[in-house]
């Protein structure tokens, strides 16, 4: 029988080999009293399901091999010197064993146990007669996470029968397999779960940004007085609270720039460690805010996908360096509750994953539920360039609104924004532009749209629409960047009897802030909206017959960025400032959907290795606002018609390197 909800009295790790795993404080189950051995080490458990497949040795290396095949928890350290659990319907009677699995039994030291019950299959560690799940513990080589979160089994308001753990605990453990991390990040076997409809996500391992509350869990927000005054919180998140209900796995808390501005190393960081970039020679810069979030997906494969924050470029500086996916969903599309807000005219989630189809995942749970253009599109030999790594859920399968547009008919160039000075990433960007036309037939657009203001500007307004801006996105981040914390600076003085302390780069940004007015807010808010009504107008281009405009925007540096240089200020560009009008704030200004695309690899001669590495090239699509699946839906599909590679690895490299303009090899199905 199924024991009831019986935590551990104390936290357990177990070595098999050379990896470490947590025994998991939950009983899963409890055999009867004679059938294990008392023992007060836990024993490595494998239980398997045969069905009605007769018990032989072949039927389970069978399963052993699919385990391997599919769980990184799960190794063959498990199946030796333990016990193995057959379950078999109708507590079906095995009968006499083969002599082969007699032998193998012996020799590895396993008992075998059989057992009526439909437990999930995988690795477990029995304590006594008592089942526990075997979660694996990565070391943080990269110290990306903040903290790493265990479910509170303690917690009396989760039961077995509610499979969303609303409640967590901080693991903080010094990793038992690698001295140079201080942080281990338990994961559980992927085969515990299976997706189902009601739970697309089971099993999909996420890590979360430190702005996004987590029940049980400090939100830290990069700043150790914030961490102080506010501690543990009892709310989680409302986008996490739903990946949760969908089965998710949350696995930790990634760190980022204080407040979610953009500390970067190597001396803003003052209150954490910033985190390694895996990229090139290991000693790139992480970006920031979303710094964690970013190289969690670039050097781990244990991590399906991250959730972050994009304000001013929060995600896209992250995604670009890191040479990741990315997609900074439209302003308003999900709700931010349970989310620290930095700038709310600005604050947009952000979703970052190695594949496209990891994003249109994530945006199933967000996004009206329309078909990703492009898709479908494609022949069934493209459609396997596009590959379907990441499992959750299909994407939801409706057929277009009449009032949304289905097609885009437009594809701008924008000529204030490029040529690119490096020659490199402009040719890739070129090559980039050239087959997204090539899928949608159709030619890009330049367009200056500085001389289209000019030409169409709203009565009133000036003919400059860098004038027009002048600072107003400047003030409006400024100004709510400093006054949304104004009840933390009054709170922890009055508990603490002193000040907080925030970085020098921070302070500088606060004081900034400080300075602009209410008046001042409220003439860039209006001046904003001007802006927003004009674009969509005659930039979107949104027809009667489906039709809609996207758009290509720079992003990224086009080689090394070292963490160890101390950034140059801007003040001796020789470039007119364009004020407002650049391509981190028009995007946050307009609230569109923002999709960050690997496109490919930029040789450099590294100070650090002496080697020739690659730094990531990426470029970046934005598109009407709601449009969020069609942009991703119709990157995959270009990539995927064009033989170009939509997955990247995790490491120094973002794709395999290959001969030609974007040193990447083609799509695995397209090698000759």
């Keep these: 029988m199924p024991t009831p909800f019986q935590p551990l009295p104390q936290r357990l790790i177990v070595q098999l080999g050379d990896i470490s795993y947590l025994v998991r404080n939950r009983v899963e189950y409890e055999l009867r009293g004679d059938a294990l051995t008392l023992d007060a080490s836990p024993a490595p458990v494998v239980i398997l399901s045969l069905n009605n497949v007769p018990l032989s040795l072949a039927a389970i290396h069978n399963k052993f091999a699919q385990f391997e095949a599919k769980d990184d928890v799960f190794n063959s350290k498990f199946t030796s010197g333990g016990y193995l659990i057959v379950q078999q319907p109708n507590n079906q009677s095995s009968g006499q064993l ?12 396993t008992k075998l146990l059989t057992l009526n019950e439909s437990l999930p299959e995988g690795p477990y560690f029995a304590l006594g007669n008592r089942l526990h799940q075997a979660w694996r513990l990565y070391p943080d080589v990269l110290s990306a996470f903040a903290v790493a979160v265990v479910p509170d089994d303690d917690d009396t308001t989760t039961t077995k029968a509610s499979p969303t753990l609303k409640k967590y605990r901080a693991f903080q453990n010094a990793a038992f397999t690698d001295a140079t991390a201080a942080v281990s990040v338990p994961v559980p076997s992927r085969l515990y779960t299976e997706k189902t409809s009601e739970q697309p996500f089971a099993g999909v391992r996420i890590a979360i940004k430190d702005n996004m509350h987590l029940c049980g869990i400090v939100t830290g927000l990069g700043n150790r007085a914030y961490a102080e005054l506010y501690g543990k919180q009892n709310t989680t998140a409302k986008y996490v609270e739903t990946l949760q209900n969908k089965g998710a796995v949350i696995v930790g808390k990634t760190k980022m720039s204080a407040f979610a501005g953009s500390e970067v190393p190597p001396n803003q960081c003052i209150d954490y460690f910033p ?31 991250s959730l972050c924050t994009d304000t001013s470029g929060s995600l896209r500086f992250p995604a ?3 040479g990741t996916w990315g997609h900074r969903v439209t302003w308003g599309d999900v709700s931010m509750e349970g989310i620290v807000p930095a700038v709310q005219l600005y604050d947009n989630l952000g979703l970052l994953a190695r594949t496209p189809e990891q994003i249109q995942g994530l945006l199933s749970l967000i996004s009206p539920e329309i078909e990703p253009f492009g898709r479908d599109q494609l022949s069934p030999e493209e459609t396997s360039v596009v590959g379907e790594r990441f499992d959750p859920p299909e994407i939801p399968r409706r057929s277009l609104p009449m009032s949304l547009p289905s097609h885009p008919t437009r594809l701008i160039y924008p000529t204030d924004w490029y040529p690119l000075s490096n020659t490199n990433q402009q040719l890739m960007t070129e090559a980039f532009v050239q087959k997204l036309g090539d899928y949608l037939g159709i030619n890009a657009t330049k367009l200056s749209i500085l001389e289209e203001w000019e030409r169409t500007a709203p009565a009133g307004t000036d003919p400059s629409l860098i004038e027009f801006l002048d600072m107003s996105a400047f003030t409006v981040n400024g100004y709510f960047g400093y006054h949304n914390f104004d009840a933390f600076r009054q709170e ?9 302390y925030v970085s020098p780069s921070h302070s500088a940004r606060w004081k900034r802030g400080a300075k602009w007015t209410e008046e001042q807010r409220d003439q860039s808010l209006a001046k904003i909206e001007v802006f927003r009504s004009w674009w969509k107008e005659h930039i979107w281009n949104l027809s009667d017959d489906g039709g809609y405009t996207i758009m290509v925007v720079p992003q990224g540096r086009p080689g090394a960025n070292y963490r160890d240089r101390t950034a140059k200020s801007s003040g001796g560009d020789s470039k007119p400032d364009p004020k407002s009008y650049d391509e981190i704030f028009v995007t946050s200004m307009l609230g569109c959907p923002q999709l960050v695309v690997p496109i490919g690899q930029n040789p450099y001669e590294s100070e650090v290795s002496g080697l020739v590495e690659y730094a990531p090239i990426v470029t970046t699509v934005i598109g009407p606002p709601n449009f969020d699946k069609l942009l991703v839906g119709l990157a995959s599909a270009t990539l995927g018609k064009a033989g170009w590679p939509t997955s990247i690895l995790t490491g120094p490299l973002m794709f395999e390197k290959g001969d030609n303009e974007r040193n990447t090899a083609p799509a695995p199905n397209q090698k000759l």
């Design 320 to 322: 670009s360096c890191h």
């Design 492 to 500: 922890y003085r009055e508990k603490f009897g002193k000040k907080p």
């Design 275 to 305: 985190p390694w970039n895996a990229r090139g020679d290991g000693y790139q810069g992480p970006s920031g805010s979303s710094s964690g979030a970013a190289a969690v997906i670039a050097g781990y494969p244990w991590i399906d996908a």
């Design 98 to 109: 083969p002599s082969d699995l007699k032998n193998y039994l012996h020799e590895s030291s």
